[in-house]
């Protein structure tokens, strides 16, 4: 009889990097299955890191900038500071950036972290300073889950959306919402109303302009260590998170592995802080069966709970 195989795909466990967690879940469940361990991550500096892991490269990064050569891509990164509405923030920086670290590595395709950018100016400043390195050259990039449908205008648009929430007047809004669209049409018919547009303040028009796809950090990771076939070959998927409650059902990652896993045909159970909660109410978020641990979990008490795990599900052989 094989061993079983348990496909490990988890975000952040606490003070626990989704690569750290990962890894001592793997050896908690070493005795029990073979197991494949793909870190995952939203984006920023935890994406960086977990990319790193599956591509087996190191992150080089220079104050709010970082970069990762997968061997295939360069992954670049960027964190603009939260400013909340403000007219005069652009993307500038973030084109400097990208222009500087893409021209090292000339011949390689580009992928961008743009979960960091705050700015709402469209990728104005991105195009401005990085069109040209970039032409021909971006694939996609990468930006919140949410993002992935949100238009630039309209009203579920992101100058909308961000405009009311800083308490923006109706007319300010409005102005700002045309401002936008007559940007997004010189950029390309329909631009202005196509989902993600709308992403990272708008620089998804800059990416879709440039003939770019989006895709969510866990979508992305899902990509890069092409977990399809591991996916199809587990006999159980494990995922984690931080806090895992009825109201946020363990946020985007746990939700991105547990829709994965359905759609395997493969039990997904996941380890979270929080209150365990029924099987029933497990069930409508895609889970088999949820393990609490600590908040702050060491690696050595998430190893053990693995053991659990292993132990509940596999024979030991």
């Not at 997904?268 to 600590?294: I, K």
Request: proline letters at 4%; a negative charge.
């Amino acid at each position: 009889m094989r061993r079983g195989r348990v496909l490990v795909a988890c975000d952040r466990i606490g003070a626990l990097s989704s690569t750290e967690a990962g890894a001592a879940l793997g050896r908690g469940l070493a005795d029990f299955a073979d197991v494949a361990v793909v870190p995952l991550a939203l984006g920023g500096l935890d994406l960086a890191e977990a990319i790193a892991t599956i591509a087996a490269a190191p992150v080089h990064s220079d104050g709010a900038g970082w970069w990762v050569q997968t061997g295939d891509a360069l992954v670049i990164g960027w964190r603009q500071e939260p400013r909340g509405w403000d007219p005069d923030a652009d993307t500038s920086d973030l084109g400097r950036w990208v222009a500087a670290v893409a021209a090292d590595a000339p011949e390689l395709p580009v992928h961008l972290d743009l979960t960091g950018v705050t700015a709402i100016d469209g990728g104005a400043g991105l195009l401005a300073h990085a069109a040209e390195p970039l032409a021909g050259r971006l694939e996609l990039a990468i930006v919140a889950g949410d993002d992935l449908v949100r238009p630039a205008t309209g009203l579920q648009g992101v100058v909308a959306t961000r405009g009311y929430a800083a308490g923006l007047a109706v007319g300010e809004v409005l102005a700002a919402d045309n401002a936008m669209q007559a940007y997004a049409d010189r950029l390309g018919a329909g631009l202005a109303t196509a989902a993600g547009g709308g992403a990272s303040g708008g620089a998804g028009l800059a990416v879709l302009h440039l003939g770019g796809r989006l895709l969510s950090g866990p979508q992305y990771c899902h990509f890069l260590a092409r977990m399809e076939p591991t996916l199809a070959a587990a006999d159980l998927v494990i995922t984690g998170c931080t806090a895992l409650s009825a109201l946020d059902r363990g946020g985007p990652v746990v939700a991105a592995v547990a829709e994965w896993a359905d759609h395997a045909q493969t039990p997904c159970v996941a380890l979270a802080g929080g209150q365990e909660l029924s099987r029933r109410e497990l069930r409508t978020f895609g889970l088999e069966g949820m393990y609490a641990v600590p908040v702050d979990v060491s690696a050595d008490a998430l190893t053990a709970t693995a053991v659990r795990v292993g132990r509940s599900w596999f024979a030991v052989r």
